[in-house]
């Protein structure tokens, strides 16, 4: 067990790719971090870098404190797992997993018993003779596992590692590696794809974008208080909204009508160089059928009338989607989005708009409907830049804020 | 004839025992029911299987008539005295051909300079082909130059190739004889041997080569990866990973090499012409057949020559069985 600094390290390519670029990011011991990004952001060439399966173009990294730039994979005491699970297909299940403990020359009753212990907790007991080929997807995931637990390393590094199996199975495998890595402990830098993998089994989320890191943190701050565009439109799902907002006499004209601005917010956009365009940004959730609200809290919010094109009942709330008019948000990071998710998933920048109300709303497909939204959640961002003006240290304020 | 009988009698004898002990009902359907678990086709299975015969059937019928006519006449002429040079003693003697060249030192020193040859060509070839393919595999810059100069010796027609050998050999004008102070290592047995492997290791060597290369690239980039991070230094990384991985595309690679080294000709045909005992089988047959004339003993001889490499592939084949990474095959049976 170990934690792992690394200190603005860089990945160049032969070809000149830059694939990384100045990561500074410190992993506390038996921390849980994990890496998502749009493909080809450089998730896996960091993780690659960390285990020393690809050289260090500058930067320094430290494992446990010591300086392992030049070390071989095989000196850094690191397991790795990967997407394709990498089973040695010539050996057995035990074979497998015993394989690094007989690289580290155990002796045959120390590598027995490991084996054994670590097929217990990942039931892989009955499956120790067969070889990979006859095993399912599952399966060789967990023995994937097994191969790296045995060793007990000072980190586990993991590379999608459940993106291979199916929806169902993949939740049964979250929980099994949450629990694994409590247990152990260890370490752990994992990359993913999956939305619910980034937000649930994490201590803290790690974003990145072209190679550069966007923002740390815990997956509920990275949630609440995104500090751009980027960050705001890649955590969430579905994603938040986002809407054009023309700055003129102190408001914000959009779609949804005429937004007030509060003291603080005001001072930042009177600068000489302000942005007279803005990115306004809400989430689903942050939507509610007029009818449904009380008093108090519509002083808080908005309210605006739109056509209703779809209404998906998910029992616990609905998803109902809206037209509305209005110019498009445009900018680099939502179309890199879009691209990344595939336009059908990634609605965020589109003319409709995703809201969440609750069960009890009676909004009809069709119809026009009244909807309030709440003013202390919205987020403003500069679209040039995508730095979101509304976040003042560390903290989303809403756009009222004095 | 007598030979032929027992075992079908045999057959008969044993299908009627069957038939009395379990009678005829129960018999049929058993049978039927094994062939059905043999091969449960449907009918879309059976279309997809005929129209594979057919797509096979031209081929298949050009094979017939270049190689299985010239065979099949190979095996009638060595089973007859017929000398060209005497055309009037032909006559059928049966097997009395084979007992002749099985019985003649001349074709066992043959067949042992061809088993020397091929056992020691191929296993160079095969360590000088793997290290070349890894070369060749791992080249990120000039990939295509290096391939290219890696290929040029296969590219060479072989008697090209072994006259230049010959020239560099022959004493007062060949440069290699010369690096040895202008011996003649080209009138000598042991010294003619090694010139002959060497002239064929040089020339296959990038064949084989290539066929490693394509096992090479079986081998899957994260299967190095989590060998390296589990902790395998490059040297366990080539033997316990890679070399089992590759195991099918190695045994293609020798099996193909293995049946063209033991039919080794052209150089020797140019390098010693068979002097000095350096004669392949094939060159004893050639020079039985071709020069002396004597269709019997050189069909004989070939006929030799071709059981000798069934047996290779035979051999080969049955090895492939179990050779696919991942089967378990072996457990299985
Ligand atoms: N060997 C290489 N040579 C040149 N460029 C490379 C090489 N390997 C990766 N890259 C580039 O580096 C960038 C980062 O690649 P990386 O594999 O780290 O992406 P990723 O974030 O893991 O993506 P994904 O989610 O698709 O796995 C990509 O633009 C890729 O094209
Ligand atoms: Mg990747």
Redesign the pocket.
């Given at each position: 067990m170990a934690d792992i600094v690394l200190d603005k390290v860089s990945k160049k390519?032969?070809?000149g790719?830059v694939?990384v670029q100045d990561v500074d990011l410190e992993i506390a011991d038996g921390e849980f971090v994990i890496l998502v990004?749009p493909?080809?952001?450089?998730?896996?060439?960091?993780l690659n870098m960390i285990a020393g399966l690809e050289d260090i173009s500058s930067g320094e990294l430290r494992i446990a404190g010591q300086r392992v730039n030049d070390k071989a994979p095989r000196d850094r005491d690191i397991a790795m797992v990967f997407q394709s699970y990498a089973l040695y297909p010539n050996m057995t299940v035990r074979e497998n997993m015993a394989f690094p403990l007989r690289l580290a020359k155990l002796d045959r009753a120390t590598i027995d018993a490991k084996v054994d212990e670590a097929a217990k907790v990942l039931e892989l007991t009955p499956l120790l003779d067969r070889k990979p080929a006859n095993l399912s997807g599952g399966q060789r995931q967990r023995v994937a596992m097994g191969r790296a637990i045995v060793r007990q390393p000072k980190a586990f590094l993991m590379d999608?590692p459940l993106s291979n199996l199916d929806a169902k199975l993949r939740v049964q495998m979250r929980t099994v590696v949450s629990r694994l890595q409590k247990q152990l402990g260890t370490t752990t830098v994992y990359?993913t794809?999956d939305q619910t993998e980034a937000m649930t089994l994490g201590d803290r989320v790690v974003i990145?974008r072209g190679?550069a890191v966007q923002q740390v943190g815990p997956p509920q701050e990275l949630y609440d208080h995104p500090r751009n565009l980027f960050v705001a439109g890649f955590i969430g799902s579905p994603s938040m909204n986002f809407l054009h907002a023309a700055v003129s006499e102190g408001r914000l004209r959009t779609a949804l009508g005429d937004v007030a601005i509060g003291d603080r917010l005001r001072r930042q956009i009177e600068g000489a160089d302000a942005p007279r365009e803005l990115i306004l940004g809400i989430r689903p959730e942050h939507f509610e059928d007029a009818e449904l609200i009380d008093e108090e809290t519509r002083r808080r919010g908005m309210e605006f009338d739109a056509p209703v094109d779809i209404v998906e009942s998910m029992g616990s709330d609905k998803y109902v989607y809206f037209t509305v008019e209005g110019e498009r948000a445009t900018a680099a990071e939502l179309e890199e989005l879009a691209a990344d998710a595939g336009a059908a998933d990634f609605a965020g920048a589109g003319s409709s708009l995703v809201t969440r109300l609750s069960a009890e709303s009676a909004v009809r497909e069709g119809e026009n409907r009244r909807v309030w939204f709440n003013l202390d959640k919205i987020h403003l961002f500069d679209p040039s830049t995508g730095r979101n003006l509304t976040l003042h240290e560390g903290r989303a304020a809403g756009a009222l804020a004095d | 004839m007598s030979i032929n009988a027992t075992p079908t009698g045999a057959d008969v004898a044993a299908d009627e025992t069957a038939t009395r002990s379990t009678g005829r009902h129960a018999a049929v359907p058993a049978q039927r029911a094994g062939r059905r678990a043999k091969a449960p086709l449907s009918e879309n299975k059976r279309a997809e299987r005929r129209l594979g015969w057919l797509l096979c059937a031209p081929a298949a019928l050009v094979m017939v008539l270049v190689t299985a006519y010239p065979i099949l006449y190979s095996v009638w002429l060595s089973l007859q005295r017929f000398d060209l040079r005497f055309p009037d003693q032909r006559e059928f003697i049966g097997l009395d051909n084979y007992v002749t060249v099985l019985t003649n030192q001349f074709w066992w020193t043959a067949f042992g300079v061809t088993a020397l040859i091929t056992v020691v060509t191929v296993a160079i070839e095969l360590v000088l082909g793997m290290g070349l393919a890894l070369i060749m595999h791992r080249t990120l810059v000039g990939r295509g130059i290096v391939r290219t100069a890696a290929l040029i010796p296969y590219g060479i027609v072989t008697v090209v190739a072994a006259f230049s050998w010959r020239y560099a050999w022959t004493p007062g004008t060949g440069y290699l004889a010369n690096v040895f102070d202008g011996s003649a290592p080209l009138t000598e047995r042991a010294s003619s041997l090694a010139i002959i492997m060497l002239a064929e290791i040089w020339k296959t060597t990038p064949f084989m080569a290539l066929l490693l290369m394509a096992g090479l690239a079986l081998v899957p980039e994260d299967l190095l990866k989590a060998a390296s991070t589990d902790g395998a230094t490059s040297w366990q990384r080539f033997t316990k990973v890679m070399l089992p991985v590759m195991k099918p595309a190695i045994l293609v690679a020798l099996l193909f090499r293995t049946l063209d080294a033991f039919r080794v000709f052209d150089n020797i045909f140019v390098l010693t012409a068979g002097g000095n005992e350096t004669s392949s089988v094939s060159m004893l047959a050639y020079n039985n057949l071709i020069r002396g004339l004597n269709l019997g003993i050189g069909s004989t001889m070939s006929v030799l020559i071709f059981i000798a490499v069934a047996i290779i592939a035979f051999v080969f084949v049955k090895l492939f069985g179990t050779a696919a990474p991942g089967s378990d095959d072996g457990e299985r049976r």
């Open positions: 390519f032969p070809d790719t694939a990004g493909s080809g952001c450089g998730k896996s060439t960091t999608e990359v794809h990145m190679g | -």
